[in-house]
């Protein structure tokens, strides 16, 4: 999960499994899985460094890295 910001200043928690576009539209808009759309002040590289942070968290990325191995 990343906390993120409401243009608003409000603050709230997002699932970065479900993210599937990160846009500058000029406000950074977050797009879920499930098209829900979501306007944040975070910077797309900020969007990118919270997501991989919460990757490497939950182990999603040692994970990807284990099945490339095996798949040689």
């Given at each position: 999960?990343?906390?993120v910001t409401r243009l608003n200043k409000e603050e709230?928690?997002?699932n970065a499994l479900y993210i599937?576009?990160?846009q500058a539209?000029?406000?950074t808009t977050i797009t879920l899985s499930n098209g829900k759309k979501y306007f944040v002040s975070e910077s797309i590289d900020e969007i990118i460094q919270r997501s991989t942070d919460y990757y490497k968290q939950i182990g999603f990325t040692d994970l990807q890295a284990k099945v490339v191995d095996e798949d040689e």
């Open positions: 999960m990343i906390q709230f928690v997002l599937e576009k990160v539209l000029p406000d």
